[in-house]
């Protein structure tokens, strides 16, 4: 069984300042991990991803995640937010081999002047 | 060229209407799915094929049906439409063990 917990449905940071959004999952197995994000009225756009390789992963737009074992933990983070950040993020767990992917309830990032 | 698109984007229909969404890719992907955000936006899968064999089926009303023609694409008919089905649909599509690459989503809204 696979699940995940992103804590705070909704995040507000000012342009400029750190954005952290937080992603815990459990997982039976080594899982494979994902942030994605959707625009308003948009699909949903692949941020990065971890499959097991390097533990810190470096997205697109600027974003980062760090897996963490030992906290079961694949925060995403930015240095410095920008208005066009705003939007909901999703964090997803798979154990990969066609299983689905399991997908957190969400975040709604939103940027400040 | 869009990898997954889906079509139509919009759907407003009556209740106990029949609707399809259909869904292909360009990516040559083995697996596909459909995916159901509510209007909380929590995403739920609702089914997954590969290579045309339907493989997950997460106890979705047998009003809904998916066809996969080739495993290029992958369609949703619903029948007899009642008013929780609104939502917006995604389809998906997968090389098979990693991400999912989405379509832009059809939000169907029954009245």
């Known amino acids: 069984a696979q699940s995940v917990t992103q804590l705070g449905s909704h995040v507000s940071v000012s342009e400029g300042a750190l954005v952290l959004l937080r992603c815990n999952y459990s997982?039976?197995?080594?899982?494979?991990l994902f942030w994605y994000v959707q625009y308003p009225n948009q699909g949903l756009q692949l941020l990065l991803k971890?499959?097991?390789?390097?533990?810190l992963v470096k997205g697109i737009n600027g974003f980062e995640a760090e897996f963490k074992k030992s906290e079961t933990s694949f925060h995403l983070t930015k240095p410095s937010a920008h208005m066009s950040d705003a939007a909901e993020y999703f964090c997803?767990?798979?154990?990969?081999?066609?299983?689905?992917?399991?997908f957190g309830t969400g975040t709604q990032l939103k940027v400040e002047l | 060229d869009t990898a997954v698109s889906q079509t139509p984007k919009y759907l407003v229909t009556q209740m106990g209407n029949d609707k399809s969404i259909k869904c292909e890719q360009n990516?040559?992907?083995?697996?596909m799915y459909w995916y159901k955000q509510d209007s909380k936006k929590f995403l739920k899968i609702m089914f997954s094929?590969?290579?045309?064999?339907?493989?997950i089926n997460e106890t979705v009303p047998n009003r809904f049906s998916p066809k996969s023609p080739d495993k290029a694409h992958l369609n949703l008919h619903i029948n007899s439409l009642e008013l929780g089905d609104s939502a917006v649909y995604f389809c998906?599509?997968?090389?098979?063990?990693?991400?999912?690459?989405f379509g832009q989503g059809t939000r169907l809204t029954v009245v």
């Open positions: 971890y499959t097991s390789a390097a533990t």
């Open positions: 990516l040559g992907h083995d697996t």
């Open positions: 997803a767990v798979t154990t990969g081999g066609g299983n689905k992917l399991t």
């Open positions: 094929y590969n290579n045309k064999e339907l493989i």
């Open positions: 998906a599509s997968s090389p098979g063990d990693k991400e999912a690459f």
């Open positions: 997982s039976s197995v080594p899982p494979y």
